[in-house]
């Protein structure tokens, strides 16, 4: 029951990220691009995309705990890391999705630390980008994107 749940939180909440990540990207590029000032809402979405982040990252560390598939896997870790459904999970979304997480950090702290707005955007930008397409990447898009 708490595996259900928390797999349905995880999958609800990645929307939440996906959306946090292109409201403050979108600002981050608009505000380079259009050489706009660096303001307090620009800093609040990086915020918003670096806490709807780490309430992933929690859950997702939650399920890593908890999951039927991943405790197969801990029981026979070098003879079903390879296998697919595992491998996935174990090598690829759980490393990259924690990289990503820590590239939207740096990213907030490095835009913060500008010389100049443009600066400030720029590093947004960028980092986010970067985490961006991580994030991408590592989704496991053979799962079902809505689970109720």
Do not use: C
């Amino acid at each position: 029951m708490a595996y259900t749940v928390v797999l349905v939180l995880h999958n609800l909440w990645r929307w939440l990220v996906v959306l946090a990540a292109i409201y403050a990207t979108a600002r981050a590029w608009f505000g380079w691009l259009g050489k706009r000032p660096w303001t307090k809402t620009d800093q609040r979405a990086g915020a918003l995309f670096g806490i709807s982040l780490d309430i992933q990252l929690l859950l997702g560390l939650i399920l890593a705990i908890i999951s039927p598939l991943m405790q197969a896997a801990y029981q026979d870790l070098a003879g079903l890391a390879m296998q697919a459904p595992f491998r996935t999970f174990l090598m690829e979304h759980m490393p990259i999705m924690f990289v990503a997480v820590i590239l939207v950090h740096v990213g907030s702290a490095a835009a913060r630390k500008g010389a100049d707005d443009g600066a400030r955007h720029r590093r947004a930008a960028l980092w986010f980008s970067v985490a961006v397409l991580l994030i991408a990447v590592a989704i496991p898009w053979s799962r079902p994107l809505f689970r109720f």
